[in-house]
Nanobody, 118 residues
């Protein structure tokens, strides 16, 4: 069973930065798309950023120029660097991965809480 384990969440002041990490229990080369989603209280889970197996990235408008997604295949890890954080970025952040060969096989992490507050 593939596991994704997120870390790096916490409490930060507005304007601050955090880096989230998602470590996979197997080589992430076997994943195609990897992504970060988030879910705020009372809201639906939403896509934040996505990275392909080739390293192509895409971001939702609300995080463009503030967040950066990256992947380190050697460490089986995908990162989300979050800068200029705003209170509305407060949410549980989830790691997502889709198998490269079987698109029906998708995996989620357990989530890490990010709270932006003064």
């Amino acid at each position: 069973q593939v596991q994704l384990v997120e870390s790096g969440g916490g409490l930060v002041q507005p304007g601050g930065s955090l880096r989230l990490a998602c470590v996979a229990s197997r080589s992430i080369i076997r994943f195609g798309t990897m992504a970060w989603y988030r879910q705020a209280p009372g809201k639906q889970r939403e896509l934040v950023a996505i990275i392909s197996s080739g390293g192509r990235t895409n971001y939702e408008d609300f995080v463009k120029d503030r967040f950066t997604i990256s992947r380190d295949n050697a460490k089986n890890t995908v990162y989300l660097q979050m800068n200029s954080l705003k209170p509305e970025d407060t949410a549980v952040y989830y790691c997502y991965a889709k198998d490269l060969l079987s698109s029906r096989d998708v995996y989620w992490g357990q989530g890490t809480q990010v709270t932006v507050s003064s």
